[in-house]
């Protein structure tokens, strides 16, 4: 697609359910990005997916939070047991594999979740 | 690791002057990427500038500029002519050129909301 598409948009849930953000990066961009950003906060590195290699899972606050990234496009934010502290919007990004050159992240425009 | 810091959490400029934002870092690495981004009521996070740590030289995209001052661990964001457009939060960004997995990984500083005035 033209830009980075997650979904979504908003979410309101109730304390103790499961979510699921999707994120639709940008065609072509193998690396991939999830950030969490709290209300008043800046923004909170949570996982980054490259091609086919592991993913850097440093960023994810608890075993609560979990992702996948299938056939190398669409990627899942899972969160398990929701709780009140996990309300902020989910961000993803997208880009080419890294190079050389400066990587330009492209961000989708977030899903925000509110866990009552 | 490496810290972003943005010491102003708002700031506010009338419209067609200039304002100044804010950004220090800490690192231990020679060689790194700066950026300001952008973030609209929209959410969606605009790249404006960025700057690599090896060029001496200022970048500069239209009405924006940056003032990168290296040994200060300095990294400021000039607005010109500043537009009603500009209001957003702004976020200063760092990213390591290392490689390994967290190769691309930005670190963000705070943000600093911006405010025009009319």
């Known amino acids: 697609g033209a830009g980075v598409s997650q979904s979504p948009s908003n979410k309101v849930t109730e304390k103790g359910k499961d979510v699921e953000l999707r994120c639709d990066p940008i065609?072509?961009?193998?690396?991939l990005y999830w950030y969490r950003q709290s209300l008043g906060q800046g923004l909170e590195f949570l996982i980054y997916?490259?091609?086919?290699?592991?993913?850097?899972k440093s960023g994810l606050p608890s075993d609560r939070f979990s992702a996948e990234r299938t056939g190398g496009s669409v990627s899942t934010l899972t969160i398990q047991r929701t709780q009140q502290e996990d309300s902020a919007v989910y961000l993803c990004?997208?880009?080419?594999?890294?190079?050389?050159?400066?990587?330009?992240?492209?961000f989708g425009a977030g899903s925000r979740l509110t866990v009552l | 690791a490496q810290t972003v810091t943005q010491s102003q959490p708002e700031m506010s400029v009338q419209e067609a002057e200039t304002v100044t934002l804010s950004c220090t870092y800490d690192?231990?690495?020679?060689?790194?990427?700066l950026f300001w981004y952008k973030q609209p009521p929209s959410r969606q996070m605009i790249l404006v500038i960025r700057?690599?740590?090896?060029?001496?030289q200022n970048a500069t995209e239209n009405r924006f500029s940056v003032n990168f001052q290296k040994a200060a661990k300095s990294f400021s964001l000039k607005i010109s002519d500043s537009q009603l457009g500009d209001a957003a939060m702004y976020f200063c960004?760092?990213?390591?050129?290392?490689?390994?997995?967290?190769?691309?990984?930005?670190?963000f500083g705070q943000g600093t909301i911006l405010t025009v005035h009319p």
């Open positions: 990004a997208s880009s080419f594999r890294p190079s050389s050159g400066a990587n330009v992240l492209t």
């Open positions: 065609s072509g961009h193998t690396a």
């Open positions: 997916f490259q091609g086919n290699s592991a993913p850097d």
């Open positions: 690192t231990s690495e020679s060689d790194y990427y």
């Open positions: 700057q690599e740590a090896y060029k001496q």
């Open positions: 960004a760092y990213r390591s050129v290392a490689g390994g997995t967290s190769y691309g990984k930005l670190t």
